[in-house]
């Protein structure tokens, strides 16, 4: 491949990429402020026009700042790339090392450090700003700073003996380093579900075992009825972080366990969290789960299969603006120039994605009929959607695209039909 094709591929798809999502921002801006003004009929007799305004307005302002950090993020990328960012990283970090194995990890960890504090903006508008204005935002500077501080020392603690792993590989495996590689990364993250509810998820939010004597009975039954063997119920401490409300269950093997919001538990009644739960025990009984985890590795093999291959063809270096090293190994930069850009690749895959998880959500919603009532899900969905401003109109094509979960009225209405 000629040097020229590869940079003017990238240059193409990233302005694709650009040009694609902002179009979609801007539909799903005027869609929503076309319905700002009246509530959809099903959800007239429970959501106020108020309530309804207040989603119009957050969904914009959403939107409107993700078009502002899509950009920003396109021109980070750009100058880390075409522009020579990451060479300029390597060089300077050259010249304070000449041990190749610490260089490569050094400038792993400098460009990790470096997206982190160029994005920190963004973060911090929106947590202090657009999720305050919104009534939601809950956190205080000193927790932001100590989350971020945790969450800086855990990503140390697990990740650089895994860069150094992995690296270690590149250089000692062979040609076929990138199979050891991608089982590796597998291994690690069979490891991070058995430990992240007792190890990890801790550091971060107070768990409580769930006090409500008779929920948690009717919780256990449902979860018997379901074929879940049940490792603990637990409610967290949401309401430190946000307004926001939610359910899940996490683990894999004997550490699973339930957590509910104590903002959800606080919202909704006993029978609307039994079928909120039922839900969410559909994606287990429908073994979406497992068949997640599953495509996830298996994409993960693919792209090590192709990073495999790049990392030994020297116009993938110099097509995006990295002259690779002749005295040392380039490993570390293949990692960075790939990770970066595959998203600018594969972007288009993103309805499929959505159409899937979607088909997902409409199975776990049909199962949770069948377990608990679907009168009383629709009911919590109602609540949730208007407690964490929701749109209720967004724009099809936008929803098609990026939605994970059907659209509100296109939900309910499935959920009426299996009453």
Not at 13 to 18: I, T, Y
Not at 75 to 86: A, K, R, S
Not at 209 to 220: M, Y
């Amino acid at each position: 491949m000629p040097l020229p094709t590869l940079t003017l591929l990238f240059v193409f798809f990233l302005v694709a990429d650009l040009c694609v999502r902002q179009w979609l921002a801007m539909r799903q801006i005027r869609h929503v402020a076309r319905h700002r003004e009246q509530v959809p009929p099903e959800f007239s007799p429970r959501i106020g026009l108020t309530s309804h305004q207040r989603a119009a307005d957050y969904t914009a302002a959403r939107v409107r700042l993700g078009m502002l950090e899509r950009g920003y993020d396109a021109v980070i990328l750009v100058g880390l790339t075409l522009l020579g960012g990451l060479q300029a990283i390597d060089l300077w970090i050259a010249q304070a090392t000449s041990n190749d194995l610490l260089r490569q990890l050094l400038l792993l960890g400098s460009v990790a450090l470096l997206l982190g504090v160029l994005g920190l903006p963004f973060t911090l508008w929106r947590q202090f700003k657009l999720e305050a204005h919104f009534g939601f935002n809950r956190m205080t500077p000193g927790l932001f700073a100590s989350d971020l501080v945790k969450g800086v020392l855990v990503s140390l603690v697990l990740g650089a003996p895994l860069a150094a792993a992995i690296l270690w590989l590149m250089a000692e495996a062979g040609s076929l380093w990138w199979v050891w590689a991608w089982g590796l990364w597998t291994a690690f993250n069979l490891l991070l579900l058995f430990i992240f509810p007792t190890f990890i998820a801790p550091l971060f939010n107070k768990f409580t075992p769930l006090a409500d004597a008779e929920l948690a009975q009717r919780i256990k039954q449902l979860a018997q009825r379901c074929g879940f063997a049940l490792n603990g119920l637990f409610v967290m401490d949401g309401s430190r972080r946000s307004a926001h409300g939610n359910a899940y269950f996490t683990g894999f093997g004997k550490s699973r366990r339930i957590v509910f919001f104590d903002t959800l538990l606080a919202r909704l009644n006993a029978d609307e969290i039994e079928a909120v739960l039922a839900h969410e025990l559909g994606h287990f009984a429908k073994r979406h789960i497992i068949k997640r985890i599953v495509l996830s590795f298996g994409t993960a093999l693919l792209f090590f299969a192709v990073l495999g291959w790049l990392a030994q063809q020297p116009w993938f270096y110099e097509g995006l603006g990295v002259l690779p090293r002749f005295s040392g190994r380039n490993d570390a930069m293949a990692l960075l120039l790939f990770f970066l850009v595959i998203p600018v690749f594969t972007f288009m895959l993103t309805p499929i994605a959505s159409w899937y998880s979607r088909r997902d959500e409409f199975e776990a919603d049909r199962y949770a009929a069948t377990q608990s009532s679907s009168e009383q899900l629709v009911s919590a969905l109602v609540k949730l959607y208007d407690d964490n401003a929701a749109t209720l109109t967004p724009d099809p094509v936008h929803s098609a695209f990026y939605d994970s979960h059907p659209p509100a009225a296109v939900r309910i209405r499935h959920l009426t039909q299996h009453a």
